[in-house]
């Protein structure tokens, strides 16, 4: 059937990797007048922010907060430890870490470089390589992207660590969990991470433009020694303000504190550890259904190891560039928004399915069901009982 009218009326579903869906929640939090910024409930409100955060982060250390989308933190935390000059080592599973690196280079650091394509976790061997040539310690900082989200990797941040302590190497441990906070477990401080950076928009569900830089003693450390940090970019007068106005160097962004707030209550009423666990279960129906199309030949999941993959984010390739008509079908018939590709060779051939945030069985079903319907009308050809074998996952008997 052609030309037929379009189904795309009703609630959408915007299932890309970033902006993810708000809740109601959060929406219903912030419609609400300009609160006073000197006095009262915003100002005795902060606090809660900032100890909810951390328990999010699972770290009892320091939490700046920042104006900024995840770009901004990626600087922010860049200027608090990093002078110009000094070496920083980006071992890079995906776009995104590149994107780090050249923030790096663009305040004046020398990037080492350790690229591990588009489609595989970080290669310890060449780590550790890295790390044991650097006998001066020239090495100041190590980035490390826990998901990138353009390839859907997931690396592993604890085996990293060990690495570092294993070779005696002084670097800071700096985490990107933009993709990865309320989604993947992460554990700033059990795992060893000094500096972590992260965003709103994601797993935390609020509308982008509030970004957080968590660090440790030891990266205090770092940022005492520097010679100097900008003055909008220092974490210092951030995490332990004696104004209100410090916490912001200016205006707080008061309508995503009340969004934030109220994320962070879903967050600790659902509880961090269901809240890893519905990930993971919602997860593994999406790839046992993108598996068993893949038995078609024509589409294919970018990371092939389960053990590697991000539970917030697939990132996938169809033969022919058909990722993109699938994209606009999905979007245009359907109501169903999907992750473009990026980083990859061929940009058509490949999109993302983002699940992360706000999301729950009946809507991953409805995203499978949506891809599902384009690959049928695309006449792609597909393995058959992908959305059988995805509810069986979810009925807890895949
Ligand atoms: C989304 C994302 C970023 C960039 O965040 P912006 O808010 O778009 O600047 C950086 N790193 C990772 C891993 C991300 O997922």
């Known amino acids: ?25 959060v929406l219903r939090a912030m419609h609400r007048p300009s609160p006073n910024i000197y006095d009262g409930e915003l100002i005795e409100m902060m606090p809660t922010l900032t100890d909810d955060l951390r328990r999010v982060a ?38 995104f870490t590149h994107g780090w690196a050249e923030m790096a280079e663009g305040i004046g650091a020398q990037v080492e470089m350790l690229d591990f394509g588009t489609a595989s976790p970080w290669g310890f061997d060449r780590i550790a390589e890295a790390l044991s040539a650097d006998t001066e310690h ?69 509308p982008a433009g509030v970004g ?21 970019w220092d974490w210092q007068p951030r995490a332990n303000p004696e104004m209100f106005y410090q916490y ?46 893949s038995e078609g030949g024509a589409l294919h999941l970018n990371v092939a190891d389960r053990a590697h993959r991000s539970r917030a984010v697939t990132a996938l390739r169809l033969t022919d560039g058909l990722g993109t008509p699938l994209r606009s079908y999905t979007e245009t018939q359907l109501g169903l928004t999907l992750g473009i590709g990026l980083g990859m060779a061929d940009t058509d051939g490949c999109f993302r399915l983002g699940h992360m945030g706000h999301v729950n069985g009946q809507m991953i079903m409805g995203m499978l069901g949506g891809v599902e319907t384009a690959m049928a009308a695309l006449n792609i050809p597909r393995g058959k009982g992908a959305l059988e074998a995805a509810a069986a996952v979810l009925a807890g008997q895949g």
């Open 248 to 293: 912001f160097n200016g205006t707080a962004p008061t309508h995503h504190l009340y969004g934030l707030r109220a994320a962070l209550d879903m967050i600790h009423a659902e509880g961090i550890e269901n809240v890893w666990a519905r990930h993971e279960h919602l997860a593994t129906a999406v790839w046992t259904a993108c598996e068993i199309w």
């Open 212 to 232: 957080f830089v968590f660090f440790n003693d030891k990266a205090q450390a770092k940022r005492a020694a520097m010679p100097r940090v900008s003055q909008y």
């Open 58 to 95: 699972r770290t009892r250390h320091n939490v700046a907060i920042y104006i900024a989308n995840g770009h901004g933190t990626w600087e922010a935390a860049l200027s608090n430890v990093i002078a110009p000059g000094e070496t920083v080592l980006a071992p890079a599973s995906g776009r």
């Open 138 to 206: 020239r090495i100041k900082a190590v980035l490390a992207v826990h998901v990138d989200t353009s390839s859907s990797v997931r690396n592993d941040i604890p085996t990293l660590r060990a690495l570092l302590d294993d070779l005696g190497h002084p670097a800071l441990l700096m985490a990107d969990c933009i993709a990865s906070l309320g989604c993947d477990r992460f554990e700033m401080d059990a795992w060893g991470v000094d500096v972590t950076v992260t965003a709103c928009q994601k797993g935390l569900m609020t």
């Open 1 to 25: 059937m052609t030309n037929q009218v379009s189904l795309a009326q009703g609630r959408e579903y915007l299932a890309i990797p970033g902006p993810s869906v708000m809740p109601d929640a």
